[in-house]
């Protein structure tokens, strides 16, 4: 097993690097030009030619490349155009609300939507059932900043029990950290969690007919034990692969999340790099971003054998 | 005795208590400021960029010779006084005594100098001229030094006060030697306040802390004049990227002043009982229309003047800032509207019912044959895609063949630059918007020169109009100033530089336990007290 963690691990690199090599191509053949932004509306063209200059812009791409290649050999990914501060300061800035934010969207998440699927299973067909699905398909539907925007004029603007932005660091208090992450939380995990308790409900409906749940019960098993030992545990590896599949998502949707709650996290410094075209941060956090997919993924592999025994790598 | 269930909704209960407290624990006391800038204050250099939101987090850290005070005149700011010779070839300065960095250095001559130095490096206007009529600029003793010219520069005090970016703040000389294209690494000045660069977190927050050894002037502040009394110990400012967070954040007493609130959320503002709104900048913005000069069809003044006679500015207006009339007029003219040398004078085109027909006419007397004109649009950013949508709408009805193209501003900034033909990559017309007190004279203002190959983008060409602007930078008065800028309103106006699309303005709020909060192109902070 450990010879298989350490082998996965290792394929991750190469991947990263291809994901850099290919968002390093990308970015070079996008148009835009962050000189001319850093020069602003009033500067002369010999002033925009003069800051490319100095940026190194003017380089040819496989120079800039192997440059750049380098650097990251080196473990250094940088240093951002226009703060110039070092890229990997600025992701250590920001990596604790994202963290943060997407650690208590899975707690949430989790928590609520495997219980949902699992009783809607249980209750198929009924007025249960149906609210469980209607709430998923509500979810799934509206858009991030719309449940971001709605929760916040109700629980902070109307209700005065939240704040509306920011991000308070766990360092400072339990409390105040939850206030500031529960609306973000909530708006970020509602997609995430109609995903899993549809995924939830449908597996349990396949687990809940077949033989040995029968047998089960007809050992007198009780219908807590029945519901959450003996068939979830059966359901849970498609549970877990999407559970994986949606941290995808999940990264996506938490770049508007933290714009809609102005949370200083990882995907607040994307969207801000990608349109200043500060392309050391853009490279360091996609390189950051594509490390930790594969870690997910290899954490849903390992979680596969936990769930099923027969399953050996 | 208590059981499991009581425990835990007892646990319950208090949690939600305690979630659900009043916001006193994380609301800042009266000694700090929260402010929403117009954007994200990404870096820190003043000369390394001409952001207007850099331009604003300098002025608190550095200070500056002149400052213009609500009327545009340079008023003595970290001067003491001055000496011009009567051909105005010699300007010599003596520095306030007691100025000092917030290193604890004092503030030498010899910083003026390499500080100047590095400003005339970038200021392609003022600080460009005066650097071709510049013979030696020299520090003559720790306080005192002095420019010698090859012409005269009877501007000078405007051009060392001017409030448009780039500004001239005063550095230390060792900062001051940085590269003018390349950004400092400290951030030491001598302003009111000193900035926290251990708690900055760029696009997030940035937090100045007020400098105790800063003595300010004995006059009352008035914009950049004056002295700079610092009433709060902090002054956070909070990046919030969207609109609707920032308007809630403030209605609910998260933050205490937004420079730029969103036209569309200035009613819901209004009706909220602890914020108060109004006008941020009396000086406004000007809308631009600009055109590219080198390629047909707008080579030929005769394709110029027929988009010039078609424009509305009424339509660009509304597209603009939406049915708000308080926050927009038209202009029939380049210059700032309620300035000293504001004109129409020559402004007719822009005036009366638009002639669709004249325009079309002239388009075809142009020798224009249905080929494409390629519009650059940026879509992300609310006044150039207005503009932009409009304009595509315009020259659809006086039957140009148009291609729209739309791009970020990051792309637009890159596009613009090209010299290629339109059909190779080039452009026919872009948008943009000039700050009102970018406008108020030619110095500032880049996007009136007219010298070709050099011009701003677009890159018109006028002997006249050079001419025109020359004669302003030679007038000995007022009275000579406002002719020389009549005339080159008419001048401009006629060659079609760019096509003004109206004058407009933005709002600010604040709450209202803030007071002291003025009307001025800059968010002032002297002043502002918090109850």
Known sequence: MFAYIARRIASTIPVVLLVALFVFSLLYIAPGDPAAIIAGDQATPADVDRIRASLGLDRPFLVRFFDWFWHILQGDLGTSIFTNLPVTHMIAQRIEPTVSLMTLTLILSLTLAIPMGVIAAWKHGTWIDRAVMMVAVLGFSTPVFVIGYVLAYVFALRLDWLPVQGFTSISEGLIPFLRNLILPSVALGLVYMALIARITRATMLDVLSQDYIRTAKAKGVGQRGMLFVHALKNAAVPIVTIVGIGFAALIGGAVVTESVFAIPGLGRLTVDAILRRDYPVIQGVVLLFSFVYVLVNLGVDLLYTLFDPRIRY | MIDRRGLLKTAAVAATGALAAPRLSLAAGSKTLRFIPQANLANLDPIWTTQYVVRNGSLLIWDMLYGVNEKLEPQPQMVEGHEASGDFKTWTFRLRPGLKFHDGEPVL???????????????????????????????????????????????????????????????????????????????????????????????????????????????????????????????????????????????????????????????????????????????????????????????????????????????????????????????????????????????????????????????????????????????????????????????????????????????????????????????????????????????????????????????????LVQEKIAAWYDAPDLAAEKQAIKELNKAAMDHVVYVPTGFFKGYQAWRKNISGVVKAPFPVFWDVTKA
Not at chain 2, 283 to 300: A, K, T
């Open chain 2, 109 to 463: 001559a010899r910083d003026a100098v390499a500080s100047i130095d590095r400003w005339m490096a970038r200021d392609a206007t003022m600080g460009g001229v005066i650097k071709k009529r510049l013979d030696a600029l020299e520090a003559v003793d720790d306080r005192t030094f002095r420019f010698r010219l090859s012409q005269p520069y009877p501007k000078m005090l405007f051009a060392l006060g001017k409030s448009s970016t780039p500004t001239l703040f005063i550095m230390p000389e060792r900062i001051a030697a940085t590269d003018p294209f390349k950004q400092i690494s400290e951030y030491v000045g001598s302003g009111p306040m000193r900035f926290k660069r251990d708690e900055w977190v760029p696009g997030a927050k940035a937090i100045f802390e007020r400098f105790d050894g800063y003595v300010p002037r004995g006059e009352k502040a008035d914009w950049l004049s004056g002295g700079k009394r610092i009433h709060f110990e902090r002054i956070e400012w909070q990046i919030v990227p969207d609109g609707a967070t920032a308007s809630a954040a403030l209605q609910n007493g998260e933050v205490d002043w937004w420079e730029t609130p969103l036209p569309d959320l200035v009613p819901l503002l209004r009706q909220s009982p602890n914020v108060a709104v109004d006008i941020s900048d009396p000086l406004g913005n000007i809308g631009s229309f600009r055109i590219n000069h080198l390629y047909p069809p707008f080579n030929d003044v005769r394709a110029r003047r027929a988009v010039q006679i078609a424009v509305s500015q009424e339509d660009y207006m509304g597209a603009v800032v939406g049915d708000d009339q308080s926050l927009w007029r038209t202009l029939p003219g380049f210059f700032t509207p309620d300035t000293p040398l504001y004109t129409e004078f020559g402004g007719e085109p822009l005036k009366g019912k638009r002639d669709y027909e004249l325009a079309k006419k002239l388009l075809a007397d142009s020798g224009y044959k249905n080929e494409p004109v390629v519009l650059l649009v940026a879509t992300d950013v609310a006044i150039t895609k207005a503009q932009g949508d409009v304009t595509a709408d315009l020259l659809k009805r006086i039957g140009v063949n148009v291609q729209y193209q739309a791009l970020d501003w990051g792309t637009v900034g890159q596009r613009r630059a090209k010299k290629d033909p339109p059909s190779e990559g080039g452009w026919n017309i872009f948008h943009t918007w000039h700050a009102g007190a970018d406008c108020v004279n030619p110095a500032p203002y880049i996007a009136l020169d007219c010298s070709g190959p050099t011009a701003w983008f677009g890159w018109p060409k006028s002997d």
